[in-house]
C-alpha cells in the first residue's frame, strides 16, 4: 500500500482486557511513531522506534503500554489490563528517517473504546 | 507551562482573508517546527515545516520562526472554507520526539 495502515480501525473493549493495535508503515520508512489523541485534544507522544529499537520509551503513560517493532517494519502497541482513560484514537506515523526533520505521515488511526 | 501552546479557537475569519495561527514553545534547544493541518475525523497531514529564523513561504501559506523569541506562527492567504480545519503546531524537542500542540481550531466561512 501507499500509506501507513492500522488495523483494527476501532476497538471496543471491556474494562481490564489486553488489547493489541498494529501499524504498517510505509515500505522503506526507518522511523515509527505511536501518538494517542484523547477527544478535542492533541497528540500525545507515546513511543518512536529507528529501525528495531526505540530510543525513547518516555512517553508510554504506564507499564500498561509497551510496544515492539519486528523486522524494522510492523509494529504492534499493546495496552494490558485496560482502563476507560484509555479510549482515544491511537495514531500511527512513519518518516523515511529521524523527526529531527522528516515528514511523519499519519495512518488513519484505531479508536479504542474501553468500556 | 505546556512546551508547545497554541490558542484553542475557534478562530473564525472570513474567505479570502488572511488566517493567522501562532503557536509558543519553551525549549529553546527545539530546532525543527512543522504544522500539521486535521479536518474532523481525519489524521494529520503536514502542511509547513521551518527549520531556521525568518519567513518560509508555500503557495498560500507562510510559515515564520523566531527562535528569539520562542514562536512560530503560520498565515494563510486567501483563505477558503476547505481550509477550516484545526491547525497543529509540532517542535521537535531533541532527535527523538516531536511535541504537538493542541491545536488552533480554524474556521473559514463564506
Known amino acids: 500500500g501507499a500509506g501507513v495502515s492500522q488495523s483494527p480501525s476501532n476497538k471496543v473493549t471491556e474494562k481490564g482486557k489486553d488489547v493489541e493495535l498494529r501499524c504498517d508503515p510505509i515500505?522503506?520508512?526507518?522511523?515509527l511513531y505511536w501518538y494517542r489523541q484523547s477527544l478535542g485534544q492533541g497528540l500525545e507522544f507515546l513511543i518512536y522506534f529507528q529501525g528495531n529499537s526505540a530510543p525513547d520509551k518516555s512517553g508510554l503513560p504506564s507499564d500498561r503500554f509497551s510496544a515492539e517493532r519486528t523486522g524494522g517494519s510492523v509494529s504492534t502497541l499493546t495496552i494490558q489490563r485496560t482502563q476507560q482513560e484509555d479510549s482515544a484514537v491511537y495514531l500511527c506515523?512513519?518518516?523515511?528517517?529521524?523527526?529531527?526533520?522528516?515528514?511523519?505521515?499519519f495512518g488513519p488511526g484505531t479508536r479504542l473504546t474501553v468500556l | 507551562q505546556k512546551e508547545v501552546e497554541q490558542n484553542s479557537g475557534p478562530l473564525s475569519v472570513p474567505e479570502g482573508a488572511i488566517a493567522s495561527l501562532n503557536c509558543t514553545y519553551s525549549?529553546?534547544?527545539?530546532?525543527?517546527f512543522f504544522w500539521y493541518r486535521q479536518y474532523s475525523g481525519k489524521s494529520p497531514e503536514l502542511i509547513m515545516s521551518?527549520?531556521?529564523?525568518g519567513d518560509k513561504e508555500d503557495g498560500r501559506f507562510t510559515a515564520q520562526l523566531n527562535k528569539a523569541s520562542q514562536y512560530v506562527s503560520l498565515l494563510i492567504r486567501d483563505s477558503q472554507p476547505s481550509d477550516s480545519a484545526t491547525y497543529l503546531c509540532a517542535v521537535n524537542r531533541g532527535a527523538d520526539k516531536l511535541i504537538f500542540g493542541t491545536g488552533t481550531r480554524l474556521q473559514v466561512f463564506p
Open positions: 506515523a512513519s518518516s523515511l528517517g529521524g523527526p529531527l526533520t522528516d515528514t511523519q505521515y
Open positions: 525549549d529553546r534547544g527545539s530546532q525543527s
Open positions: 515500505s522503506g520508512h526507518t522511523a
Open positions: 521551518i527549520y531556521s529564523n
